[in-house]
């Protein structure tokens, strides 16, 4: 987060040396902005770990997560929590107090936990499908409350791998549109530009970028405008900003 936050106090400054120097900045314009941190753990469920190192996960707790975000609460934008693990209930309650959004994932919630996780306050659920208990016709879980809720949102990895194209095809037509935030999931590695990374025989990230997702979508017929929702205005909707 400290490397984070630099980067972002550089990228800053270079822009107003560039531009008014009394001038907002702001998403929209002709250069990208680290808007802040997505914390993609580490009160997360070790059965659903995925390419993550289970290690270094902790289990959930207000002291926890104070040393976590001491000094970082201002560019602490998502935490993702598993919402099954004891005591996260109340690090949702109490992230969401904070102004974080929070995002189930790496969890193997039934769909009575997950309920519980968003009566809590969470608001989203991270990559949906994939590091997850898998839906099933008698016990939906947490990708089955993702995909019906009218309130959750929910990222979408489109690369052809992390989803399958029918899976994709499924959730733009049953999801709200304006639920449905699409992420690269996009890592650096070594393998070949479209395919994903892998760690142990695990998917440990996507080699796209949202113009390849967007690419993906449109030969399975979904429409240029929602696509472009979703990889545009909902993100910025999820984080109450104004492009």
Known sequence: ??????????????????????????????????????????????????????????????????????????????????????????????????????????????????????????????HLFNAMRPFHHREPGLAGLGLIDEDLFIEVIADRFHLHPMTCELIFGR?????????????????KKGFPAYKDEIIAGSGITLSDSFEILLELGVPDAEITEAATDNPARYLAISL
């Open 1 to 126: 987060m400290e490397v984070v936050r630099k980067a972002m106090d550089l990228q800053r400054s270079e822009l107003r040396t560039k531009s008014a120097p009394q001038a907002p900045l702001r998403p929209g314009g002709a250069s990208a902005l680290i808007l802040g941190v997505h914390l993609e753990g580490p009160f997360l469920n070790p059965l659903r770990c995925g390419a993550l190192d289970k290690g270094s996960f902790v289990r959930p707790g207000l002291s926890s997560l104070g040393e976590l975000i001491d000094g970082y609460e201002d560019i602490i934008k998502i935490i993702t929590i598993a919402p099954e693990l004891p005591g996260a209930l109340k690090v949702i309650e109490r992230s969401r107090s904070l102004g974080f959004r929070v995002n189930m994932g790496h969890s193997d919630a039934t769909y009575k936990d997950a309920l519980k996780g968003k009566e809590a306050g969470a608001t989203g659920v991270t």
């Open 175 to 191: 999801k709200r549109i304006d639920r449905i935030i699409l992420v690269s999931d996009s890592v650096k590695h070594t393998g």
